[in-house]
């Protein structure tokens, strides 16, 4: 695998062209005093692209994305971006920690030192990892996929041929939202090599075989399927249109940062632990140091045409399919829906379940010290396993 160095650099043209853009911005009305009832606030909305516009400083931040190391493979004919950070420790454990949407790489940039150098965080440098951070086909500064099937079966089977060429034989997966099902199905498909699986999220698609007849079920598992009916029902518009028409909505995205940002934000703010202020968990720069990226890059169709290909191979176990991997579970208050322990435990070997006391989906933002800590715990037993 030829694995070359790469540096992140958005075009002064592209930049100029956005700033243009968004002092172009045709705002919609608003119904007075609905705050978000509607979707994305106007007050709040004109606030945060008027900071983009006139105050934003993305070299600043650039600069900080490329003191991480970052590379490029070619990997099953999709080139696949990755940051790399060997572990500064006496015996660095290999990991992959896979994003979701509608974040990308930049969602484990604070995660990043506190696994790799554990010393410089408080922690002992015995768990120390080496961890690799790719994004994913579609994402960022990955390639977007020129033909169909690029589903999260694919894409673990991309994760399992990167870490192979990295020289890493054994290693850990951990994930959330999409990194979730990557990483589920990298041990499912590959137990050999995944030594221990650590999730902070648990895909609604994986369904256990057994257990899905009412009369099987407990009153917290019934519970749960009633609340990922409410959710679907009240929240989930965004994945709806995306497994089914991307390409229709992407021509609105691809045209107007305004309206990429209000249907991105949105969902920091819902999915969050931050009480309905999304500026009490993410910085402005933050947002929109992830929104740039995805307007830079273009990518908002291919991100969004995952859904799509999920929807088109859904990720469903099979009679007798179980995680036999060690399997870490933490779970943030603010991640809904989120199944029940035994519910898990008919798809996964649970050997750590650890109830955090703040935090939502996005917890490598949010939380990145609980995280790390929840981490290097799950995995210290499982070192002399690679």
Same mark, same amino acid.
């Given at each position: ?73 070619? &990997? ?39 696994? =790799? ?32 099937? &690029? ?62 007849? =009412? ?42 940062? =305004? ?50 290909? =999920? ?5 469903q176990f099979k009679r007798n399919d179980f995680v036999k991997v060690p399997t870490g579970v933490a779970r943030f208050p603010v991640e809904a829906p989120f199944p029940p322990r035994r519910w898990v435990e008919r798809c996964y070997n649970v050997q750590r379940w650890t109830d955090m006391p703040s935090g939502g989906h996005f917890p490598a933002l949010e939380e990145p010290e609980l995280l790390a800590k929840d981490i290097r715990e799950f995995f ?7």
């Open positions: 695998m030829d694995v070359r160095p790469f540096k992140v650099q958005i075009p002064p043209a592209v930049l100029a062209d956005l700033r243009q853009r968004l002092a172009r911005t045709r705002w919609p009305d608003e119904i007075p005093a609905s705050a978000w009832d509607y979707g994305a606030n106007l007050g709040y909305m004109k606030k945060l692209l008027d900071h983009w516009q006139n105050r934003f400083n993305w070299r600043v931040h650039e600069d900080a994305i490329n003191r991480f190391h970052h590379f490029r493979a070619v &990997v099953d004919g999709l080139g696949i971006h990755f940051v790399h950070e060997r572990g500064k420790g006496p015996e660095p454990f290999p990991i992959i920690i896979t994003h979701g949407w509608p974040g990308s790489f930049l969602e484990m940039l604070k995660l990043i030192p506190l696994l =790799a150098d554990p010393e410089s965080n408080g922690a002992d440098p015995a768990d120390a990892f080496d961890v690799v951070v790719p994004s994913l086909p579609g994402f960022g500064y990955s390639d977007r996929p020129a033909e169909r099937g &690029v589903n999260t079966w694919r894409i673990a089977e991309i994760w399992d041929e990167l870490m192979a060429g990295l020289g890493y034989a054994r290693f850990g997966a951990q994930g959330g939202d999409w990194g979730a099902s990557v990483s589920t199905l990298l041990a499912l498909k590959s137990p050999d090599h995944v030594a221990g699986l650590h999730l902070n999220y648990i895909p609604e698609e994986l369904r256990p075989y057994q257990g899905m007849v =009412a009369d099987d079920l407990t009153r917290k598992e019934q519970e749960f399927l009633d609340e990922v009916e409410r959710w679907a029902a009240s929240e989930g518009g965004y994945s709806h249109i995306q497994r089914t028409r991307p390409q229709t909505l992407a021509y609105a995205m691809n045209d107007s940062p =305004a309206g990429l940002a209000a249907w991105i934000v949105e969902k920091y703010r819902d999915w969050s632990d931050c009480d309905g202020k999304v500026e009490k968990r993410f910085t402005r720069d933050e947002l929109l140091t992830n929104l740039t990226v995805y307007w830079a890059t273009e990518t908002f169709l291919s991100a969004a045409r995952l859904y799509y290909e =999920a929807g088109k191979a859904p990720v210290r037993p499982l070192r002399g396993r690679i």
